[in-house]
């Protein structure tokens, strides 16, 4: 939100999440179960992607770059309006390195888990005033990613004690 002040331009329009969350428990069930399937579907699609251009390519190296130029323009829009083409497709193509990244060293499953936490934070308004309407469900979306955290942690113990072996004695 800075860059463009920094650049000397005006600053982005206010972003204005999705408030039908709010609305109740339904709606709120209905938007992570949106996100999920979104999440789903672009983290595969993802992944397929950069499959195909590897296999065209014959690099990752190739693969990653060309697919975080090309990706970037999928990314920037939606995501960041500005009357700066240019500056939304760089903070497009940030997006796409950032997620490559995860696709690549971690796999589908954690880029499908990445796509799941961008989408929730950015698709339900959260706040952290517990007088506001809409502070319980920004506080179950953050329990929900706080709990799909402490699982991930927990499987990729593969059954070792969770801190390790520092308190056993032997």
Not at 7 to 29: E, K, M, R
Not at 138 to 146: F, Y
Request: with cysteine; glycine share 10%.
């Amino acid at each position: 939100r800075l860059v463009p002040l920094l650049a000397g331009s005006p600053q982005f329009p206010p972003w204005v999440p999705i408030l039908s969350a709010a609305d109740g428990t339904g709606q709120l069930v209905s938007r992570v179960l949106f996100s999920l399937a979104n999440a789903v579907q672009n983290g595969a699609l993802g992944v397929l992607g950069l499959v195909l251009l590897r296999m065209v390519l014959k690099r990752t190296s190739l693969a990653f770059v060309f697919g975080s130029l090309m990706f970037g323009f999928l990314a920037a829009q939606g995501q960041f309006e500005s009357d700066f083409p240019l500056l939304d497709y760089a903070f497009g193509v940030i997006l796409c390195v950032v997620l490559l990244i995860v696709a690549l060293r971690f796999g589908m499953f954690a880029t499908m888990v990445a796509f799941f936490a961008h989408f929730l934070t950015t698709g339900i308004a959260m706040t952290a005033d517990p007088g506001r309407v809409n502070f319980q469900n920004g506080a179950l979306a953050l329990a929900q990613l706080t709990a799909i955290a402490a699982v991930g942690f927990y499987f990729a113990r593969a059954g070792e004690p969770l801190f390790g072996n520092v308190l056993a004695e032997e």
